[in-house]
């Protein structure tokens, strides 16, 4: 019986750690669009593996210190567009901007 209680705690622990991940990572998005210049700034995104790519109307909105901070592993700016080094979360963070646009 004590094992049970014991599983049951463990899996609620679990689920609000899994739900508290996923809160933070739609907030940590909605900062990169605003570190982007806002997404009246961002003309087209593109995601490759770990790279970000993104097209900005005006790259000089862009925060690429704050997005560095907020956890970037690199930045590239090539004329008005930003590659970015994030990792996994690459393809999330395109199909989040896809739909808030």
Same mark, same amino acid.
């Not at 899996?11 to 669009?33: E, H, P, R, S, T």
């Not at 003309?43 to 907020?70: C, M, P, Y």
């Not at 592993?73 to 996994?88: A, M, S």
């Given at each position: 019986?004590? $094992? +049970? +209680? *014991? &599983?049951?705690?463990?899996? =609620?622990? /679990?689920?609000?750690?899994?739900?508290?991940?996923?809160?933070?990572?739609?907030?940590?998005?909605? %900062? /990169?669009?605003? /570190?982007?210049? &806002? %997404?009246?700034? +961002?003309?087209?995104?593109?995601?490759?593996?770990?790279?970000?790519?993104?097209?900005? !109307?005006?790259?000089? %909105?862009?925060?690429?210190?704050?997005?560095?901070? /907020?956890?970037?592993?690199?930045?590239?700016? *090539?004329?008005?567009? @930003?590659?970015? =080094? @994030?990792? !996994?979360?690459?393809?999330?963070? %395109?199909? $989040? +901007?896809?739909? *808030? !646009?």
């Amino acid at each position: 019986m004590e $094992y +049970i +209680i *014991i &599983g049951i705690i463990l899996l =609620i622990i /679990l689920l609000a750690i899994l739900k508290a991940n996923k809160k933070g990572a739609q907030l940590d998005f909605n %900062k /990169l669009v605003e /570190l982007l210049g &806002g %997404k009246e700034n +961002i003309i087209q995104t593109e995601s490759n593996l770990s790279r970000f790519k993104v097209t900005l !109307k005006d790259v000089s %909105k862009a925060n690429k210190e704050g997005i560095q901070k /907020l956890g970037a592993k690199g930045i590239v700016e *090539i004329d008005n567009q @930003l590659k970015i =080094i @994030l990792g !996994k979360d690459s393809g999330q963070l %395109k199909k $989040y +901007i896809d739909e *808030i !646009k």
